[in-house]
């Protein structure tokens, strides 16, 4: 009941600067997001690795409205590439990009598109990736920009193979979608999907997301890529395990993922039973809509959110 006006208050910049005066040290931030900088990025991965874990990096900043917050988002990666090789953790961390923090939504700028914009970044955070021993893999963002992002992505596998996508149970259309994109060498994490979206393009209840969601694992387990089953379901991730074993799928040949803090005791029971487990840190000072999507999706966790916003001082 509550997903709704909290994914609406995800985009209302009023509440953002509001809760933005909030510091990520505040409980519930903290839980989410392990901090602002490339260091504390790096050191939350480090603690990660050293239990088993891999771990995919989002630097915050969806939405940029001009070239130079593009490049700034992009200048962050790069930065975050260097650290983690450096940290010699490249081989157990990957980073995650959304689009539209490096230009998709631009309008043109110098005879470039936004798209064009996205895909010359995106292109270089590749490049610095594969050059420090790592992949990136291009978040999903909201159903009006599926089309792009695959389109970039198709673009990027050209010279970058290893990119992984995102495709989102909740949308009609990817069941299709995984069929094209369970080849061979193709990254694909499955998750349910995030953002507020429309009846004419996805189902609106669980039942149907959830049905869906099963009917793309089997699609992308029964297929030749490298499929990453991104869930906190425990449903889901049962369904998983039983048909990774009806597909023989050798432990390796697939990996499951969680975001950070959530349910880190699942993580870790997993790691133990011989699976692969990446969890996705957001780091950075634009926590805002990642936060509030959290928080739609377990909306238990408000009473700590509005505990740490009234004892904000
Ligand atoms: C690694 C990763 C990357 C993602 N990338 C994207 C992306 O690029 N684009 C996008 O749109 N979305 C992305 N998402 C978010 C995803 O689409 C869902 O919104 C989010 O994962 C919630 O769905 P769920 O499958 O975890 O379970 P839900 O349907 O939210 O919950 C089902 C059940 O799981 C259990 N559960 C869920 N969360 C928790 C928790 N925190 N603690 C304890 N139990 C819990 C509860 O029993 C709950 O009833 C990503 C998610 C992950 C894990």
Known sequence: MLREPLL????????????????????????????????????????????????????????????????????????????????????????????????????????RSGEEIALDNARAICRAARNAGTTVTLDMEDHTTTDSTLGILRELRKDFPETGAVLQAYLHRTEADCRALAYEGSRVRLCKGAYQEPESVAYQSRLDVDRSFVRCLKVLLGGQGYPMIATHDPRMIEIAASLVSRYGRAQGSYEFQMLFGCRPEEQRRLVESGETVRVYIPYGREWYGYLMRRLAERPQNLTFFLRSLISKK
């Open 8 to 111: 609406l208050l995800s985009r209302s910049g009023q509440v953002k600067r509001l809760v933005e005066t909030m510091p990520v040290s505040a409980g519930i931030v903290h839980s989410y997001v392990p901090g602002e900088t490339t260091e504390t990025a790096v050191a939350a991965t480090g603690d990660l690795v050293s239990d088993g874990l891999h771990v995919t990096l989002d630097h915050l900043g969806e939405d940029v409205e001009d070239l130079a917050q593009a490049e700034a988002g992009v200048a962050a990666y790069l930065d975050l590439l260097e650290g983690l090789a450096a940290a010699g953790l490249a081989r157990k961390a990957e980073v995650s990009v959304k689009l539209s923090a490096i230009g998709q939504a631009l309008p043109p700028v110098g005879g």
